[in-house]
C-alpha cells in the first residue's frame, strides 16, 4: 500500500506538467485542429533557455520562466505566421500538409540546438534537484512539488483566461466555427497566431519547470511529443479541461506501469492508452464531462 | 506510348548502370535509392492515392525486416526465404491494425499509425527472447559483390512502380483518389471505403515489407531502433513521398532520389568537395565547413521539407509545370508558342 501511494504521488505530479504540456497542444488542436508534432521540441528549445541563463548567469530556473515563456511566445508567433499560414491558401493535394510542416520544424529545431549545444547530456542542478521531504512516510520531491505548483497555477489562469476575457473568448469561438467566428468580427488569422504563441508558450512553462527534474538533450523532445498527443486525444480536442485530466491520467499510468509492468514498458503503455481511448472513447475524457 | 518511354529508357540505363559504374560506394547509393522507391511507392499508395497519411511506415518496414531476420535466427534457413514471407508478414500486421483504425479520419488515423510504429519498435525491444532485443540480428551476407542486391532492388522497385502504375489507372485507383477526395461522396456512390482502404494499407504495407526484407539480406544487421525508427524510416518515407509528390507514379522514384542525393551531400560534405577544398589550399575555414555540412544532414532535411511544402506543396513531379513555368520561364505545354 505504501509502494502504491507513493507511485500514485509521483504519477500525479508528473502528471500536473504533462496537463500544462497537454493543454498547449489541445489550444493549438482546438483553434487550427493541426497537430503541432514540434510541440516538444518547443519544450526542448525552453529547457535549454532556461539552461543558458541558469549556467551563465546562475539565475534560479523558476525566474527564468520569464525569459523563457515570452521567447518561446514570439517563436510560436513567427512559426505561425510565417510557416503555417501561408499553408492555408495554398492547394494541395493533402489536407496534412500543416501537420508535416510541423513535423519539419521539429528536425529543425532538434538540429539547430544539436548544432550549438552538441548532444551532451545537460543538466540544472539546484540545491532543490534532489531534495526532498516526506509526509506520511511518503516522499515528495521538491522540484517537482513545486512544479506542479506553480502548472496549476498557469493552468488556472489559462482557463479564467479562455473564459472570461474578449480574447479568450474569441479563441473557443474560432475553435468551434470558424467560419461563424469571421462572421461576428474575429480576425481569426490573428486569432491562429495568438494561440499558437500562447501554445508555446504553455509549454515553455512546462520545459523551464521540468528542467531541473530531467536531463536536458537535444532529442528529448519527440518523446514528450507523444505525450502531449497522448495527452490530447485522453482529454479531448480543444478540451482544456480535458488535457488536465489527460495528464493526470498519462502520469498516474506511467508511473503505476513502470513499477508493477517493469521499465521497459512505460512507453508502451501510453501508446496503448491512446489507442484503446481512440478506438473505445474518441473524443476523450470530453464526451463524459461534456465540458 | 511517347508517356512511358521516358521511364523505359531509364529503366534501361539503371540496368546497365551497375556495369558501367565499378565504384562500390555509388553501387551502395543507388541501392539505398531503389530500397526507397520502393518504401516511397507503398507510402505514396496509401497516402497519396487514398489520402489516409501514414506516420508509422516503419512498422511495416520492420516487420518485413525481421521476418526475414528471425526465419534464419530461428530456424536456420536462408534469410531470402523472407522475400516470400516479409511482405505478408507486413500485411498480416497491417490488416487488423487496419480493420480497427480506419475508423479514425485523417489526423487521427496518422497519430494511430505513429503509435503503430512506437509499439512495434518497444515490443521488438521487450521480446528479448524471440527478437534477440537491442542486440539485433546479424546475418553473414550472401554476395560479396553488390551487383546481385542491386538487380534485386531494381526489380522490386521496378515491380512496386509498375504497380502503382497498374493500380492508378484502374478502376481500383480511382476508388482510392475518390476517397481522398471526398469519404463521405464516395461512400454514397457505394463504395466500400473501409474496404479499399484496407486494400490500399495492404498494397502499401507489402511493399513497405518487401522494402524491408532486402535491407535485412543486403545490410545483414537489423535492431529495433534502426528498422522501426520513427526518423529514418517513416518520416523518410513521407519526405520523399512529398518531396516527389503525392499521388504520382513516378513522383517517389524522383522523392527517393533527391532524398538519398540530400543526405549524401551532407553525410560527405558535399562528396568531400570542402575536405579537398581545404586540404588543398590549407584554409581551415573550408575544413570546418566540411565539418558543419556532415553534421547537418538532419538539419537540411528538415529545411527542405519546410521548403517544400512552402513552394512545392504537391512536390517535385506534382508541381512540375510550376517549376517549368518559374525556373525554365517555359510555357506550359499545349498551349503553343
Given at each position: 500500500m505504501q509502494v502504491f501511494l507513493q507511485v500514485a504521488v509521483a504519477g500525479v505530479l508528473k502528471g500536473g506538467l504533462y496537463a500544462l504540456i497537454g493543454i498547449g497542444m489541445t489550444l493549438i488542436m482546438g483553434v487550427?485542429?493541426?497537430?503541432?508534432?514540434?510541440h516538444g521540441q518547443l519544450m526542448m528549445v525552453s529547457m535549454y533557455v532556461s539552461y543558458v541563463l541558469f549556467s551563465s548567469l546562475g539565475i534560479d530556473p523558476y525566474l527564468t520562466l520569464l525569459v523563457s515563456m515570452p521567447a518561446l511566445f514570439l517563436l510560436g508567433v513567427v512559426i505561425q505566421k510565417f510557416?503555417?499560414?501561408?499553408?492555408?491558401k495554398a492547394e494541395t493535394i493533402l489536407p496534412e500538409n500543416q501537420v508535416l510542416m510541423t513535423v519539419g520544424i521539429a528536425m529543425v529545431l532538434t538540429e539547430i540546438i544539436r548544432f550549438i549545444f552538441k548532444s551532451d547530456y545537460r543538466s540544472v542542478t539546484t540545491s532543490y534537484s534532489n531534495a526532498t521531504f516526506f509526509v506520511g512516510g511518503i516522499s515528495f520531491s521538491m522540484a517537482l512539488v513545486i512544479a506542479f505548483f506553480i502548472a496549476l497555477a498557469f493552468t488556472g489562469a489559462m482557463f479564467l483566461f479562455l473564459v472570461k476575457t474578449d480574447l479568450g473568448r474569441s479563441i473557443r469561438a474560432t475553435a468551434q466555427d470558424k467560419d461563424a467566428a469571421v462572421l461576428m468580427g474575429v480576425n481569426t488569422g490573428r486569432i491562429t497566431v495568438i494561440t499558437f504563441g500562447l501554445g508555446a508558450g504553455l509549454v515553455a512553462a512546462a520545459g523551464t519547470l521540468l528542467a531541473p527534474v530531467f536531463y536536458i538533450f537535444p532529442d528529448i523532445g519527440g518523446p514528450f511529443t507523444a505525450k502531449a498527443f497522448i495527452i490530447t486525444i485522453l482529454g479531448g480536442l480543444g478540451s482544456t479541461v480535458g488535457a488536465i485530466f489527460g495528464g493526470v491520467t498519462l502520469g498516474l499510468a506511467e508511473s503505476l506501469g513502470a513499477t508493477y509492468l517493469g521499465m521497459d514498458y512505460e512507453n508502451i503503455i501510453g501508446m496503448t492508452i491512446f489507442v484503446l481511448v481512440l478506438l473505445f472513447l474518441p473524443g476523450g475524457f470530453k464526451r463524459l464531462t461534456k465540458v | 506510348m511517347k508517356k512511358s518511354l521516358p521511364p523505359l529508357v531509364l529503366l534501361v540505363v539503371l540496368v546497365l548502370f551497375p556495369l558501367v559504374v565499378r565504384d562500390n560506394y555509388y553501387q551502395h547509393l543507388m541501392i539505398l535509392f531503389l530500397m526507397w522507391v520502393v518504401i516511397g511507392s507503398g507510402w505514396n499508395l496509401i497516402a497519396g492515392y487514398t489520402g489516409q497519411v501514414s506516420f508509422g511506415d516503419a512498422a511495416f518496414f520492420g516487420t518485413g525486416a525481421y521476418a526475414a531476420g528471425l526465419l534464419s535466427m530461428h530456424?536456420?534457413?536462408?534469410?531470402?526465404?523472407g522475400m516470400a514471407l516479409g511482405g505478408f508478414a507486413a500485411v498480416a500486421i497491417g490488416l487488423p491494425f487496419g480493420w480497427i483504425c480506419f475508423r479514425m479520419r485523417g489526423a487521427y488515423f496518422a497519430l494511430a499509425t505513429l503509435a503503430l510504429n512506437e509499439v512495434m519498435r518497444n515490443a521488438a525491444t521487450i521480446a528479448e527472447g524471440f527478437t534477440g532485443g537491442m542486440v539485433g540480428i546479424l546475418l553473414m551476407p550472401t554476395f560479396v559483390s553488390k551487383i546481385p542486391y542491386y538487380y534485386i532492388a531494381l526489380a522490386l522497385a521496378a515491380a512496386s512502380i509498375a504497380c502503382v502504375r497498374i493500380i492508378a489507372s484502374a478502376k481500383l485507383g480511382y476508388y482510392f483518389v475518390s476517397i481522398r477526395e471526398d469519404q463521405d461522396a464516395a461512400e454514397s456512390l457505394g463504395i466500400d471505403t473501409h474496404f479499399y482502404k484496407m486494400v490500399s494499407l495492404a498494397f502499401a504495407a507489402f511493399w513497405t515489407g518487401m522494402a524491408g526484407t532486402l535491407y535485412m539480406n543486403y545490410m545483414g544487421f537489423i535492431d529495433p531502433s534502426v528498422v522501426f525508427s520513427l526518423h529514418d524510416i517513416s518520416i523518410m518515407a513521407i519526405l520523399v513521398g512529398i518531396v516527389g509528390g503525392v499521388?504520382?507514379?513516378y513522383g517517389p522514384a524522383v522523392g527517393a532520389f533527391v532524398m538519398i542525393a540530400v543526405q549524401e551531400f551532407f553525410r560527405s560534405g558535399f562528396f568531400g568537395f570542402f575536405q579537398g577544398l581545404g586540404d588543398m589550399t590549407g584554409i581551415s575555414a573550408f575544413l570546418s565547413l566540411s565539418g558543419l555540412l556532415k553534421q547537418g544532414h538532419v538539419l537540411g532535411f528538415g529545411i527542405l521539407v519546410i521548403v517544400v511544402i512552402l513552394f512545392l506543396p504537391n512536390g517535385i513531379v506534382g508541381d512540375w509545370e510550376k517549376i517549368r513555368r518559374k525556373v525554365f520561364r517555359l510555357r506550359p505545354t499545349g498551349e503553343g508558342a
Open positions: 487550427m485542429g493541426i497537430i503541432n508534432l514540434a510557416l503555417l499560414n501561408p499553408l492555408m | 530456424l536456420g534457413i536462408s534469410a531470402w526465404w499521388g504520382t507514379v
